[in-house]
Structures are given as structure tokens and as C-alpha cells.
């Protein structure tokens, strides 16, 4: 039995024909293990090494057949069959897909469900910062530019949405590499060097532009958000959007900000959550909602 086990694993690499001889491998290898583990006295010695190499051979045999599975197979096709299971989505960290699970934004719950009251499926929208919040706004409205900056999380977010084809219709992703800290963090280390002054100012100016149709809600989050702020300002002037949701308004970084926006005519909202979060926490403190007023 083990030379013929030897014998197949040395051969079947790319051939296709051997399925049903696994298959039938396979079952005999099942039930030796079983009988090992049932003797009465327990198997010991040299039968417990047969076992164990049944064992081992199970298992390369296994993966074989799964090599098997592609042969004759083009590369489109195996590829694609690779990206279902092992995509981006697949290997980020279950933090992160955790937030996927059911998605909402990582904002303050009265917030979300706040701007969510005034959500239409005609609606266009700017979301700066994209994650678990692009499906939610995405399911709510007619169309959603996503502006993302973080390249791990504009591969994931292609990943997920694009195997939701009811959700990719209505979404547009726009990337630009302009996430400072995360690319400092993985790349920068290694010694490379940053952009020039030049370069790094033309990825702000991209990643804060401004799309030609009429907008209707924003949704400021994310990278440089001194930039996206102004071009916020903009579409305030030029579209009188419905509704503009920033977070982090009690940061420094972005309160000093708000200062661009002319929001004379909407509403202001500062949503705090119901149990303020530990000086530690990375969880939003406060969520500001802007209403143009009826």
C-alpha cells in the first residue's frame, strides 16, 4: 500500500487522470487510520509509523489533487479562481474584516444615523477615506466616489466591492497615494526616500479634487484633511450639497480646518458618543453633521 502511495505522489503532479485512483487512495488511507486507532492493543511500533506516514501522505496528496483541479486550466482562469479565495479582503487582518461583517462607518453612531435620515438613492456623493463606511454609504445613495489614499485599503476595498457587483455599479474609486503615515510606516523605514515638495504637493492637489457632477453629500474623513477640507469648501459653494459630515471635528488637526467652510446655511451638529472613549482609545470622539437649513 505505502509503494503505491509513494508511487502516485512521484507521478500525479500534472496528471489529470488519477482523480478517481485518489479518490479511492484516499478512502483506503482513511480506513487503515481507522483501524490503527481502533486496535486492541493500541498500535505501536512500526504499524504507528505506517500510520503516521499515511498520514503525512494524506495530506500531500490533498494538495495535489487541488494543483490538479487547474491543469489544462488557462492562467485568466486560474488566476481567477485564486482571487475569489485568496484576495485581499481574504488576508486582511480579522480586525479589519470584522468591520466588513456587518459594515458602518467608523464614525459616531448618532452621526451615521443621522445623515442616513437624509440619504436618497439618487444622490451622489463624495466620500474622502474609504473602509467599512464605503458599502454602507454606497447601498444608500445613487453614486459614491471613494478618494482613498492608504494602497492596502484601496486593494481591499476593489477586492470587496467588485465581488458585490449590486454595490460596484453605484461606486467610483479614486486612489492617491498620499497616505503619509501609512506609507512612512511600511516603505519609508526601508530607506526610501520621500517624494519632493513638488510631488508630494501634485498627490494632495489629485487627492482633493473635486468631481464635475453636482454633489449632494460629503463625507470627510481620512488623509490630509487640511486639503479636503477646502475642496469641501468648494463644492459648498458651488452645489449647496444637502449634507456634509466631517469626523473628527474635536481633533486639532481638523477643528483649525473648519475654518475654510462658509456654513451660514446649514445646520450644525457636533454628535458625541453615548460613552465617551479612554484618552487612549482610537475611537471617534465626535462626528459633526452639516444640514443645509429647509
Known sequence: MLRRLKYLAK???????????????????????????????????????????????????????????????????????????????????????ERFESPYPWMVPAAVEHANSLLTRDMRCVEWGGGASTPYWCERVGVLHTYEADRGFALLLLDFM???????????????????????????????AF??????????????????????????????????LAATAEYVRRDKPLLVVVDNTDAGYVDGSLSVLDMSGYDRVDHLPANPARPDSEDPTCTTVFERKR
Open 195 to 228: 517624494p519632493s515638495a513638488a510631488v508630494k504637493d501634485a498627490l494632495v492637489a489629485d487627492y482633493a479634487t473635486m468631481v464635475p457632477d453636482r454633489v449632494d453629500a460629503i463625507f470627510v474623513d481620512g488623509a490630509v484633511r487640511e486639503a479636503t
Open 162 to 192: 467588485t465581488r458585490r457587483i449590486e454595490l460596484a455599479d453605484h461606486w467610483r474609486l479614486h486612489f492617491v497615494g498620499c497616505n503619509w503615515a501609512s506609507t512612512e510606516a511600511i516603505e519609508r523605514k526601508k530607506g526610501t
Open 11 to 97: 507521478r500525479t503532479r500534472g496528471d489529470a487522470n488519477l482523480r478517481r485512483e485518489f479518490s479511492a487512495v484516499r478512502r483506503e488511507i482513511n480506513r487503515l487510520r481507522v483501524s490503527a486507532e481502533s486496535a486492541s492493543p493500541p498500535v505501536t511500533g512500526g504499524l504507528r509509523d505506517v500510520a503516521d506516514e499515511l498520514a503525512e501522505l494524506t495530506d500531500r496528496l490533498a494538495s495535489m489533487r487541488e494543483e490538479l483541479a487547474y491543469v489544462g486550466k488557462s492562467n485568466e482562469t486560474i488566476l481567477r479562481a485564486l482571487g475569489k479565495r485568496f484576495g485581499p479582503f481574504d488576508v486582511a487582518r480579522p480586525g479589519i474584516k
